[in-house]
């Protein structure tokens, strides 16, 4: 991951992205209900989705000296069960040994009615084109293993989660990539083929969740969040 951080913070195509994918954060948080934030994964160079409001934000990652509020493993996170509204995860489980661990834990501290949201670079893309011409021998964002849309809708299933949409950005992988309007990801028709996906889910629970009591909810940052962490779920596993 740390040479993803290089790609992201000291090349123009990496900065670039940066921003359009910044930009698809900060339209989708705004419509969500949150005041608590938690992005696992950092950009570098000042790149960052705002929060508004109330709203609280933590970046974790396993990045010594980074931007980052706090240090750990995207497998095991440091916070209590349910105590985050909205976790995102930036290109996490493309170049994770345990994909399906990162995703365990991301729905694990997130709260009933929250929402994950999901960068991950698209195979089915210019960009997977790449992937696979770089061989073995592929830097970041080259090297990782790259997921679709439906196979992250389908993750999101397997794990309790309801798909919601999915946006896609960054058609060609240009050394630097063409700057879109704020207010603009790929149309539906081109979304296919767009570079990077970002698919979003909401974790329902029966019966009625309401933002007031919601909000109650104690967030914990302690040894009990450590302890809880990595917890295993009695959910089957995810297939291949």
């Not at 195979?123 to 790259?146: E, H, T, V």
């Not at 933002?211 to 596993?237: D, N, Y």
Request: one cysteine or more; a positive charge; proline letters at 8%.
């Amino acid at each position: 991951m740390h040479s993803l951080h290089t790609w992201f913070a000291s090349t123009a195509a990496g900065q670039t992205l940066a921003e359009l994918e910044v930009r698809l954060l900060n339209r989708r948080l705004a419509g969500l209900y949150a005041t608590r934030v938690l992005q696992i994964g950092a950009y570098g160079a000042g790149h960052c989705p705002a929060v508004f409001g109330r709203a609280r934000q933590w970046i974790v990652d396993d990045w010594p000296h980074g931007p980052i509020d706090l240090q750990g493993q995207s497998e095991s996170l440091p916070f209590a069960n349910e105590s985050v509204d909205v976790v995102i995860l930036i290109h996490q489980l493309e170049f994770a040994d345990r994909p399906h661990q990162v995703m365990r834990e991301a729905v694990r501290v997130l709260a009933p009615e929250g929402h994950l949201l999901i960068l991950s670079f698209n195979p089915y893309s210019l960009w997977g084109l790449r992937r696979l011409l770089a061989f073995k021998n592929g830097q970041p964002p080259w090297s990782g293993r790259y997921l679709s849309a439906l196979r992250l809708s389908d993750w999101m299933m397997v794990l309790g989660l309801i798909p919601r949409r999915s946006d896609a950005i960054a058609l060609l992988p240009r050394q630097r990539v063409r700057p879109m309007p704020y207010n603009q990801s790929l149309r539906p028709i081109l979304r296919w083929a767009g570079g990077v996906n970002l698919v979003i889910g909401q974790k329902r629970v029966p019966g009625p969740t309401h933002p007031s009591s919601a909000g109650m909810r104690k967030f914990e940052l302690s040894p009990r969040g450590w302890i809880e962490a990595g917890a295993r779920h009695s959910r089957q596993e995810i297939k291949q």
